[in-house]
């Protein structure tokens, strides 16, 4: 399992690169958005550099306000090739995978036209991904794109497609945290996964772990369990970067702490039984 945290895109990359690298992190979610990190604005070769130099792995991520789904054609184009920017930009850096966030925000239209504007324009950018050997994964939000059945209107429809799982979106505009059923749904396509704590109901707070409401040592055994040990970036937003280094340290005892627990748990059981067994039959 890889440690990471996402860049500030109002600050100079290299160094968000260079600090996140003395903090003993593995690698960086490098979110490509304006101000100082929009694909125009950024130093290819130096942030290559400094990566391979600093032996930091690289995530993509992109703005979660590109208007995908836009009834306006020449916006949702505008966002379509936006986007196609940033999967260029990631070819060039070597990276495997870059999220895309659904478009919710379609007033007055059905859900029917979000999905298919959705897919439209995702089926057109797997097409300039497959040319730039970059991976499209999805990320799940809050509201209308949080359950298995809400996601699997995108993830059924493009196999290609994989799966970012947000557990802290997970925990948002819910009645219980929804990250046990899309693991057990798309599991097998889960490639990068997002950490962070809040309280529930409506406000994302990217809170440090252990501050909320989130049970880490279930969603821990549930990711373990899936056969998961790949990226997990700590979206903790916070000014004071002790709260993030706290939380690193949280999640790396977690983890290996889940992977002793693993040993003693019967390897027939499905994997949320499992997981219910290495924690004490606690739920989410």
């Not at 789904?69 to 060039?92: D, H, M, T, Y």
């Not at 799966?163 to 009645?175: A, M, R, S, V």
């Not at 700590?234 to 790396?252: G, I, P, Q, T």
């Amino acid at each position: 399992m890889l440690i990471g945290a996402m860049n500030h895109p109002a600050r100079d990359v290299v160094s968000e690169i260079e600090w996140m690298a003395e903090m003993g992190l593995d690698f960086i979610d490098l979110t490509l958005e304006p101000p100082r990190a929009a694909c125009q604005n950024v130093d290819l070769d130096r942030i290559r550099g400094v990566a391979e130099e600093r032996e930091m792995e690289i995530v993509g991520h992109t703005a979660y306000y590109l208007p995908l789904a836009s009834p306006f054609e020449s916006i949702r184009r505008a966002a379509v090739e936006e986007l196609k920017q940033c999967i260029g930009v990631f070819g060039k850096l070597g990276v495997a995978w870059m999220n895309i966030h659904p478009d919710r925000n379609a007033p007055m239209h059905e859900r029917a036209f979000v999905i298919q504007r959705n897919l439209e324009s995702l089926r057109e950018l797997l097409g300039t991904a497959r040319d730039c050997r970059v991976g499209l994964m999805v990320e799940n939000l809050p509201g209308q794109f949080n359950t298995a059945k809400q996601l699997g209107e995108l993830l059924e429809a493009l196999p290609e497609l994989g799966l970012h799982l947000d557990i802290g979106h997970c925990n948002l505009l819910t009645e219980f945290n929804t990250a046990d059923e899309v693991i057990r749904s798309y599991g097998p396509r889960l490639r990068h996964v997002h950490l962070h704590d809040n309280k529930g109901g409506s406000a994302d707070l990217h809170l440090p772990l252990g501050t909320g409401t989130i049970n880490l040592a279930y969603h821990i055994a549930l990711l373990q369990a899936a056969g998961y040990d790949g990226t997990i970036t700590l979206e903790v937003f916070s000014s004071d970067r002790h709260y993030l280094a706290y939380s690193r340290d949280v999640l790396r005892r977690a983890w290996d702490e889940g992977r002793v627990k693993r040993t003693v748990v019967a390897q027939g059981a499905p994997s949320h039984e499992r997981a219910l067994a290495q924690t004490g039959g606690l739920k989410p």
